[in-house]
T-cell receptor, first 113, second 114 residues
Framework: DTEVTQTPKHLVMGMTNKKSLKCEQH?????MYWYKQKAKKPPELMFV???????INESVPSRFSPECPNSSLLNLHLHALQPEDSALYLC????????????FGQGTRLTVV | AQSVTQLGSHVSVSEGALVLLRCNYS??????LFWYVQYPNQGLQLLLK??????LVKGINGFEAEFKKSETSFHLTKPSAHMSDAAEYFC????????????FGTGTKLQVIP
């Protein structure tokens, strides 16, 4: 199983809503990532978890709150987002950070209205 | 600090022609290098990677890349383009020291003309 599963695939939310994105992998990987990708742009790293601990926060606004409840699961909690936060949110995992390749999920297409 | 430059945001080739996508990197330590492909509304899929050892790396779908330290390049090639190769391609670099954060290039959109 080399899959990273992200749910939901599409999400529309209002600026006052609270929602969560979910990411799951069963490859035994100990590094998990959240990326944000705007149209026609490369993925931008948001957060990195290594062994379930937050290792990197790329100065992401607090309206994005990551959570890693266990080694297989990664959540991204969303609250009070802005329209400019609309993007494709990608989750990825790797055996460990950096040197090993990352496996990406299909992404969640988020629209903030 | 590390960075990646992909020359050409759009590349068009005829079906059956050589594919060449250019990537130059900057890294203060020996780099790890990756090529990913992204189809519309999909996640990224690893094509190939270079860490250490042989400088010519073969990947999936007939792609290969050569690490040239003297030129700080890691260009992606495929001898004969297929229609199914049309996608966005990202070069990425990770340094081999420190935290090993991956940095992506800006991407090259490959168009294959029948």
């Amino acid at each position: 199983d080399t899959e990273v599963t992200q749910t939901p695939k599409h999400l529309v939310m209002g600026m006052t809503n609270k929602k969560s994105l979910k990411c799951e992998q069963h490859m035994g990987h100990r590094a998990m990532y959240w990326y944000k990708q705007k149209a026609k742009k490369p993925p931008e790293l948001m957060f990195v978890y290594s062994y379930e601990k937050l290792s990197i926060n790329e100065s992401v606004p607090s309206r994005f709150s990551p959570e890693c409840p266990n080694s297989s699961l990664l959540n991204l909690h969303l609250h009070a987002l802005q329209p400019e936060d609309s993007a494709l949110y990608l989750c990825a995992s790797s055996e460990r950070t950096g040197v090993s390749e990352a496996f990406f999920g299909q992404g969640t297409r988020l629209t903030v209205v | 600090a590390q960075s990646v430059t992909q020359l050409g945001s759009h590349v068009s080739v005829s079906e059956g022609a050589l594919v060449l996508l250019r990537c130059n990197y900057s890294s203060s330590v020996p780099p790890y290098l990756f090529w990913y492909v992204q189809y519309p509304n999909q996640g990224l899929q690893l094509l190939l990677k270079y860490t250490t050892g042989a400088t010519l790396v073969k990947g999936i779908n007939g792609f290969e890349a050569e690490f040239k330290k003297s030129e700080t390049s890691f260009h992606l090639t495929k001898p004969s383009a297929h229609m199914s190769d049309a996608a966005e391609y990202f070069c990425a670099v990770s340094d081999s020291g420190g935290y090993q954060k991956v940095t992506f290039g800006t991407g090259t959109k490959l168009q294959v003309i029948p």
